[in-house]
């Protein structure tokens, strides 16, 4: 089992950039697929970026393909979202995720794992 704590959310101006940090407990976290997700008022969760165990493979949502950037740092226990040229449109909050099994990392009902969630509010 691992235990997620995000952080890093805030308000910013259209345009501006923020760095969202995922904290894993545990010595396993090498061992999980990590992926970050967001929900604004009244939608479902979606899918944003993740992140494969070794971090050499990315996958990215269209709406933020070339404006975020997911990374992981296995010694720390941390993976990162860095996203730049925020709109307002962005505005949710944002959680991040861990699934231990190999399979789809698109679909929120795969992680089993997830942490309290960071507000992101991004302003016009």
């Known amino acids: 089992q691992v235990q997620l704590v995000e952080s890093g959310g805030g308000l910013v101006q259209a345009g501006g950039s923020l760095r969202l940090s995922c904290a894993a407990s545990?010595?396993?976290?090498?061992?999980?697929?990590m992926g970050w997700f967001r929900q604004a008022p009244g939608k479902e969760r979606e899918f944003v970026a993740a992140?494969?165990?070794?971090?050499?493979?990315?996958y990215y949502a269209d709406s933020v393909k070339g404006r975020f950037t997911i990374s992981r740092d296995n010694a720390k226990n941390t993976v990162y979202l860095q996203m730049n040229s925020l709109k307002p449109e962005d505005t949710a909050v944002y959680y991040c995720?861990?699934?231990?099994?190999?399979?789809?990392?698109?679909?929120?009902?795969?992680?089993?794992?997830w942490g309290q969630g960071t507000q992101v509010t991004v302003s016009s």
């Open positions: 992140i494969s165990r070794s971090g050499g493979s990315t």
């Open positions: 995720a861990a699934d231990p099994k190999t399979g789809s990392y698109y679909w929120p009902y795969e992680y089993p794992y």
């Open positions: 545990g010595r396993t976290f090498s061992s999980y697929i």
